[in-house]
């Protein structure tokens, strides 16, 4: 299971918001796909950010007016990435060694990534229970 790839043990597409959204549209796009992170992009889909539900409770107790804040004010732009050929061995290590949920999937462009996909703690215990 180690050393599967991050491109066979993701199911692919990614939920995004641009930095420009309302943290109210976030709220309930997360609500709405059950989800607890949303990629950002920039206005050319490039990688810039994530946002979590940890984040919008931030914002909640920080700021009355939470609802129309900027995602950019709130998001996390210190991305943990992977390539789509690195290991879950890789994805593993990180999220222990980071203290963090999930990673990033992404495709490089230039100097710029293009998200692709979410490889969580809970993908990573799927295919830990999936192998026998």
Same mark, same amino acid.
């Given at each position: 299971?180690?050393?599967? *790839? /991050?491109?066979? !043990? ?8 641009? $930095? *420009? !959204? *309302?943290?109210?549209?976030? !709220?309930? $796009? ?6 607890? !992170? ?11 950010g994530?946002?979590?539900? $940890? @984040? ?22 210190? /991305? ?5 050929? @690195?290991?879950?061995?890789k ?14 999937? /992404?495709?490089?462009?230039? @100097? ?5 996909? /979410?490889?969580?703690?809970? @993908?990573?215990?799927?295919h ?5």
């Amino acid at each position: 299971m180690k050393e599967m *790839t /991050v491109i066979e !043990a993701k199911r692919f597409g990614v939920i995004t918001c641009r $930095t *420009t !959204a *309302t943290l109210m549209s976030v !709220a309930c $796009t997360m609500q709405e796909n059950n989800i607890s !992170a949303l990629v950002v992009v920039d206005g050319e889909g490039y990688l810039a950010g994530v946002i979590t539900r $940890t @984040d919008l409770v931030r914002a909640g107790y920080e700021q009355p007016e939470w609802q129309q804040q900027p995602v950019r004010a709130y998001m996390n732009g210190d /991305v943990v990435t992977v390539n789509l050929d @690195d290991r879950l061995e890789k994805v593993m290590a990180l999220l222990i060694e980071r203290h963090i949920h999930r990673v990033v999937a /992404v495709k490089p462009f230039g @100097d710029k990534l293009k998200p692709v996909g /979410v490889l969580s703690a809970a @993908d990573i215990i799927y295919h830990m229970a999936s192998c026998r």
